[in-house]
């Protein structure tokens, strides 16, 4: 498996914290916190690419960059 770089978006809710990665649709985990869900994301993300390979598909090249602004 070739290494893959992805940017993760996080969200908390009122009782866990959800990761999804906008590159691989579908790919996705939930933890009870931030740290179970960046894991688990790590996780998901190497079976996803796994299985893409596998399959004999390609791996979406990342297209999704993450900024921070602050407004105010």
Known sequence: ???????????????????????????????????????LIEEAIGEHVALLESQGQSVPEPKTRVATVTVG
């Open 1 to 39: 498996m070739k290494k893959t770089q992805c940017a993760v978006v996080i969200e908390e809710g009122p009782t866990s914290f959800g990761a999804t990665v906008p590159d691989l649709p579908k790919c996705f985990a939930v933890g009870r916190t931030r740290e179970d869900a960046e894991r």
